[in-house]
């Protein structure tokens, strides 16, 4: 078990690290998807059949595809300049490291309440009688956030005329 | 009734004009692009004719039943099951809804072939023949539906075709806004209806039946009797009331009449088809279908009967001053819808339901005859430009002429059947002036149709000598259709006499199984039957009629009496009433839509003054303050406030500075803070 | 059942993909690679999520997977709005560096 544990938070922190490091924004774009389907793994692992399915429909289907879309119509297809120019490296660097020194303090130093495992089940049955139940007004709201999202974006990508 | 006959084969009605408006919706751009309009006229006509071959085909496997077995049930699934509430998607098929279905289907089918004519040169043909399946679609389901919430759903999707036919050439502002306008005010209709099914289950769940399946409403009805409802009514009557003024949005009666003659600004069949045979008979249908609950609202009864002839007789002199060929055929449907809410009011259900069926025939006819002329003259509407027309069309003429004499009530045209019958049961109920105004409103009705025909037909031609060499007969569909529907107009009489002829009424007998309910005996048992009067009154009509036509006649044709003289009676009071339309629109304007303006009006005004006073208010003081402030500044502590405004100005050109538009300075930022936070709270703990 | 595996190793892979994130989000000039960063944190989060509700009593409490599920959505919206102005932003300037997007620095 731990081996696939290993495996796949080795997929999941290389890809992050290819996103986060590379130079070539097309690079960052596929290592995503690794990461991505990373985190999807981690998710099975930890008895999340549902959230699992939810990340790689929405994530690597949806958001993933975009946002390769989006690079290539701002880039031009041919990829003529694919620059991802890097600034202020060793200030970030500092930083991050710091910030992940506190956190990890904090993790290690935090007595984590545990009730033990969750038992491996299928979890969507219970999932959606949450979502009908108990987060029934967020789910709701979210309905109507996604709305005005599509619309925004809809507006806002939308050019004018030039009249 | 126990065991209705469950079938696969009526789902198939209803689904076949849906395939059609799927098929042209999606596709019929291209096909219409890649194969010519013949194949968009194929679906559409097709669809509707299958479904009319099929409608057929059950009619007759329905007639090899027994009379009180005749039901059919085609349950296709469960479509929601909620507190109690189970409803399916299912179609119930009796003898009223097969009629219905045979109008819808039949009058429909032969109005989508009028189209391929009619509408052979408007580019977006495939878009027509969509709305079209899909209002046929929707229209069926509104019959079809074995509950009322399915029916609600067909309420409402002939709602929504018919706003999108009234506006079909949108790019004109005058046919949009008609086609809002009969959205809107169907809004305010379909809210009672709501209304009132919600009203109706709440009730039937007090009573321990929470149902809205229409044969078990039908089984437990007689529970209701005495329940309590709202704003101090009976339960019934409060449900029937609402479900009746959501019938006045659809079937344009007062109050809610006032968009259908807008509604003329749509093409010509699709008034045919939806604003005079189908879709405005729906709430005719309804109050049928729920005969059983109207029938134990005596109360309720009174008002469809009396608002059905008022509607009738006001509808009716309305139509004498208009000019425009399809204004005067609107107001003649919303009057003829009149006399159908007073014979299903008076509880004469059959004759209400035939009336309807003729009424489908022979306005179809005249609307589509309107339409051949206005083919013919390119566009025009203005029977005052028309005239000697039935030389040069005389197929036209004499198909309209047909449709003219049975909407009169012209033995033994169709409507004099159905009509006459109305009247008289009218009286025969006890109601001397509902009996009263129908009759006026019958000789009224002659007077107006043979003015029509008159301007229309006969005299000299008045339009351009463009038009008057343009003019042709109507092309080979359209002429079909037509005396086909001559036809029916003229025999489809003979399936319901009345009593003092023969005592032969196969249609009566026929839909008898469906309005069988104990109430509804009662209220037909009520009425008086004898022959002799029956006959004094037919003739009373027939009276009534001939002087109309006469009149017409005399004024329109033989040009003995003026019209212009006419209308000057009374100094033209009566006149401008009736060409006004007795100014209901601009009294709506005025009671609604105005205050709600001025309240718009009242808050904009709220805002400029008020708001913007108080913002002034407090800008004004400050600038009096700021000055008092300079004059205290300025003689008494100068120096310390050079010094303030200029160490404020120096931080300011400073602080600017933090605003870097660089997002990634930002993020720096917002981690800073985060840590700070988590180290404070650490070393807080500690 | 978790084979030696405790709640800490997912909050330290969860701990490394955020600060890899904030990395790409401190380093970046690009739009694009900002926003990529964005998910990374994100998901991030959602490990967390993800390994709380696992460790922390499961049985029929599944708040932390609807609050992934949540975190979803609202990346999905955010994701879909922030490259739509990143087009925006490309129309007028015909760049995506934020360094250039600076019309309202003091």
Redesign the interface.
């Known amino acids: 078990?731990?081996m696939i544990?290993v495996l796949f938070?080795a997929v999941?922190?290389i890809s992050?690290?290819v996103?986060?490091f590379s130079r070539n924004?097309v690079h960052?774009?596929f290592a995503?998807l690794g990461?991505?389907a990373g985190?999807a793994g981690?998710?099975v692992?930890?008895?999340?059949d549902?959230?699992a399915m939810?990340?790689i429909f929405?994530?690597i289907g949806?958001?993933l595809v975009?946002?390769i879309?989006?690079?290539m119509?701002?880039q031009g297809l041919t990829g003529v300049n694919v620059?991802?120019?890097?600034?202020?490296?060793i200030?970030?660097?500092a930083?991050?490291?710091?910030?992940?020194a506190?956190?990890?303090?904090?993790?290690?130093k935090t007595p984590?309440?545990?009730?033990?495992?969750?038992?491996?089940a299928p979890?969507t049955y219970?999932?959606g009688n949450?979502?009908l139940g108990a987060?029934v007004l967020?789910f709701e709201l979210?309905s109507i956030?996604?709305l005005?999202?599509?619309i925004?974006?809809?507006v806002?990508?939308r050019?004018e005329s030039r009249e | 009734m126990e065991h209705p006959v469950t079938t696969d084969l009526v789902r198939w009605i209803v689904l076949l004009p849906l395939l059609g408006a799927a098929i042209n919706f999606l596709f019929g751009a291209t096909l219409q692009k890649r194969f010519g309009k013949r194949v968009i006229s194929f679906l559409g006509c097709g669809a509707v004719l299958a479904a009319f071959a099929i409608a057929l085909y059950t009619l007759f496997a329905m007639l090899a039943l027994a009379p009180d077995r005749r039901f059919m049930l085609d349950d296709l699934w469960r479509w929601f099951d909620v507190g109690g509430l189970k409803l399916d998607i299912a179609f119930w098929l009796d003898p009223l809804s097969i009629v219905m279905v045979l109008i819808i289907t039949g009058v429909g089918g032969l109005i989508h072939i009028y189209s391929t004519d009619y509408m052979h040169d408007d580019a977006s043909y495939w878009r027509f023949f969509g709305w079209l399946n899909l209002f046929t679609f929707a229209m069926l389901v509104l019959v079809l539906g074995d509950n009322l919430w399915l029916m609600f759903v067909g309420w409402e999707g002939v709602g929504l075709c018919s706003f999108a036919l009234i506006g079909f050439w949108y790019t004109d502002l005058v046919n949009t806004n008609a086609g809002n306008k009969a959205f809107i005010v169907n809004r305010i209709g379909d809210l009672a209806f709501v209304v009132a099914i919600y009203a109706l289950f709440a009730g039937l769940g007090a009573v321990g039946h929470p149902t809205l399946v229409i044969r078990e409403v039908a089984r437990y009805a007689p529970a209701l009797a005495g329940a309590r409802g709202y704003l101090g009514l009976p339960m019934v009557t409060f449900v029937t009331l609402m479900l009746f003024l959501g019938a006045t949005g659809k079937s344009a009666q007062i109050p809610l009449h006032v968009w259908l003659p807008d509604a003329m600004a749509g093409p010509t069949p699709v008034s045919a088809l939806i604003h005079a045979a189908t879709m405005v008979t729906a709430g005719v249908y309804m109050v049928a279908r729920l005969n059983f609950l109207y029938s134990m609202a005596p109360a309720t009864m009174l008002v469809v009967a009396t608002v059905g002839a008022l509607t009738a007789f006001l509808a009716a002199t309305v139509g004498v001053t208009q000019t425009d060929i399809k204004r005067v055929l609107a107001y003649s449907t919303i009057s003829q819808l009149g006399y159908m809410f007073v014979g299903v009011g008076v509880g004469a259900y059959a004759a209400g339901v035939f009336h309807l069926m003729t009424h489908a025939f022979f306005k179809a006819c005249l609307f589509l005859g309107a339409g051949s002329v206005i083919h013919a003259l390119g566009g025009e509407q203005d029977m005052r430009k028309m005239g000697a027309l039935r030389h040069k069309m005389p197929l036209t003429f004499v198909t309209f002429f047909a449709a003219t004499l049975a909407i009169c009530g012209v033995p033994p045209f169709a409507g004099f059947m159905s009509k006459d019958e109305i009247i008289w049961r009218a009286y025969a109920h006890g109601h001397f002036v509902i009996w009263a105004l129908l009759w006026a409103g019958a000789g009224v009705t002659a007077f107006y149709m043979f003015r029509q025909v008159y301007m229309t037909f006969f005299g000299d031609f008045r339009g351009t000598p463009e038009q008057d060499h343009h003019v042709h007969e109507a092309p080979s569909a359209m002429a079909f259709v037509l005396v086909a529907l001559a036809i029916l107009s003229t025999v489809g009489g003979f399936a319901m006499l009345p009593g003092f002829i023969a005592p032969f009424a196969p249609f009566e007998r026929f839909l008898d199984p469906v309005f069988n309910s104990d109430a509804t005996r009662q209220v037909f048992a009520s009425g008086l039957h004898d022959r002799s009067l029956e006959t004094l009154f037919a003739g009373l009509s027939l009276l009534a009629v001939a002087a109309g036509w006469l009149l017409a006649d005399l004024t329109y044709r033989q040009g003995v009496l003026s019209a212009a003289r006419m209308s000057e009676f009374a100094g033209g009071v009566f006149y401008r009433l009736s060409f006004g339309k007795y100014r209901i629109d601009e009294f709506y304007r005025a009671a609604f839509l105005a205050p709600y303006l001025k309240l718009a009006n009242a808050a904009a005004w709220f805002d400029g003054h008020i708001i913007d006073g108080v913002v002034n208010f407090a800008a004004s003081m400050t600038v009096v303050g700021a000055w008092l402030a300079g004059l205290f500044d300025s003689y008494i502590v100068d120096g310390l406030v050079n010094f303030t405004s200029k160490a404020t100005l120096a931080a300011g050109g400073r602080l600017r500075r933090l605003q870097t538009g660089s997002i990634n300075g930002y993020l720096y930022g917002i981690l800073a803070a985060v840590m700070v936070i988590l180290l404070v709270r650490a070393i807080a703990r500690v | 059942m978790v084979n030696g595996l405790t709640l800490n190793d997912f909050l330290i892979l969860g701990l490394a993909v955020f600060l890899l994130g904030v990395y790409c989000v401190l380093t970046r000039r690009n739009a694009i690679g900002i926003l990529m960063g964005i998910e990374l944190i994100l998901n991030a989060a959602n490990i967390n999520y993800i390994a709380f509700s696992f460790f922390g009593g499961g049985g029929a409490n599944y708040d932390g997977q609807v609050f992934a599920i949540f975190v979803i959505m609202l990346a999905a919206a955010e994701a879909v709005i922030g490259l739509a102005i990143i087009l925006a932003i490309y129309q007028n300037l015909r760049t995506i560096d934020v360094g250039a997007a600076e019309t309202l620095s003091g």
């Open positions: 078990m731990r544990f938070a999941t922190v992050a690290g996103t986060a924004i960052s774009a995503l990461a991505f985190v981690i998710y692992l930890l008895a999340a549902f959230v939810v990340q929405v994530y949806g958001i975009l946002t879309f989006a690079v119509l701002t620059s991802n120019r890097a600034v202020g490296r200030p970030a660097l930083t991050t490291l710091i910030a992940g506190v956190m990890l303090c904090a993790i290690l984590w309440y545990a009730a033990g495992a969750r038992s491996i979890t219970g999932i949450a979502f987060y967020p979210a956030v996604l005005a999202a599509l925004g974006a809809i806002i990508s050019q």
